[in-house]
């Protein structure tokens, strides 16, 4: 008797899923201290990525001002683990919490801006926040920044000199940040913010009101990149204000939801892991020859990336998928 097509797509999909959660536990007891970091940031920049996707992937905010957010968190849990000793598992969330409050304060101003005013608008706020954490440098240590002073290993404080323990906490944070996305996506909250992303006028006639249901997704949004900024802190133990807010920082955000595909829900961590391990590849192989020329080449091969693949990589791993094993 023929097996049924749904219960071979299940089952396809049943197997990847455990391939790829195997393979994610195991890869780090078989890599070296380098890979692993690589992998943390890889988790960490794929939470940030998935909060822009959210922002721009569903409510349609064309956002280049999200680093905002990654670095008050990143700011407020240190502050919060020095002086005050509180744990940045608590810290975390209250970082993330603060930048909620934030990204729907802006969004509040900047809402009623359409296209590229609203994206020329969030452009200039991390740029404006690194001038003055540059210039409040008695609170924020200024461009010498902020280190993070333990003496000792303490799970209770997520301090841990073993960068496996950090690569295990992001990728329980990334895994959790993509259910919650997944269940957005199913969501009336997820429905309308598609709705308005995709004609505005549109959903307002239908009774949606676009101006606090995207207040409600930016809020989403900047929370989910607060909690990516809240661990990126305890794993380097060390920010300054280029290291949170800089523009390389928001680009990779960008390129990681772009290059893996706008509004899909793997596509930013699937982009991320093309966009960051190719800039590290870039840098030992080519800035040794000419400096700078690894930006160069990294720009040239992303963009032939957008250009064969506009809807973004995750798309069409998902057509091949459904080609070559029946899903």
Excluded at 6 to 18: G, K, P, S, T, V
Excluded at 115 to 138: D, E, K, R, S, V
Aim: hydrophobic share 55%; aromatic share 14%.
């Amino acid at each position: 008797m023929t097996e049924p097509k749904q219960a071979i797509i299940r089952r396809n999909r049943l197997i990847m899923i455990i391939s790829l959660v195997i393979l994610s536990f195991v890869l780090p007891l078989i890599s070296s201290d380098y890979i692993i970091h690589i992998l943390v940031i890889c988790w960490l920049l794929a939470i940030s990525s998935i909060g822009w996707n959210i922002s721009y992937g569903y409510t349609g905010l064309l956002s280049f001002g999200h680093t905002v957010f990654f670095g008050i968190s990143a700011y407020i849990t240190l502050w919060l683990l020095d002086p005050f000793q509180i744990t940045p598992w608590i810290g975390v969330f209250i970082g993330s919490s603060v930048a909620c409050v934030l990204g729907i304060l802006i969004a509040f101003v900047t809402i009623r801006t359409k296209g590229i005013y609203f994206a020329l608008a969030t452009f200039a706020l991390p740029q404006i926040l690194i001038i003055i954490f540059n210039t409040f440098w008695q609170i924020t240590g200024g461009a010498y920044g902020l280190i993070i002073h333990l003496p000792a290993e303490s799970a209770y404080m997520m301090h841990f000199y073993d960068p496996t323990a950090y690569y295990y906490i992001a990728l329980a944070f990334l895994i959790s940040v993509l259910v919650l996305q997944m269940k957005l996506s199913k969501s009336k909250l997820g429905y309308c913010l598609r709705a308005i992303g995709s004609d505005e006028d549109a959903a307002n006639s239908l009774g949606i009101d676009p101006f606090k249901t995207r207040l409600f997704g930016m809020g989403i949004s900047s929370f989910v990149t607060g909690l990516a900024g809240g661990i990126y802190v305890n794993f380097l133990m060390f920010i300054d204000p280029v290291e949170a807010f800089g523009w390389t920082r928001n680009i990779q955000i960008v390129l990681g939801t772009v290059i893996g595909g706008v509004g899909t829900i793997f596509g930013p961590a699937i982009g991320v892991l093309i966009v960051v391990p190719l800039t590290e590849i870039m840098k030992l192989w080519i800035e040794r020859q000419v400096r700078g020329l690894h930006l160069i080449v990294n720009g040239l091969v992303l963009m032939l990336a957008i250009i064969l693949m506009p809807r973004g990589v995750y798309p069409r791993l998902k057509s091949l998928f459904k080609k070559y094993f029946g899903g």
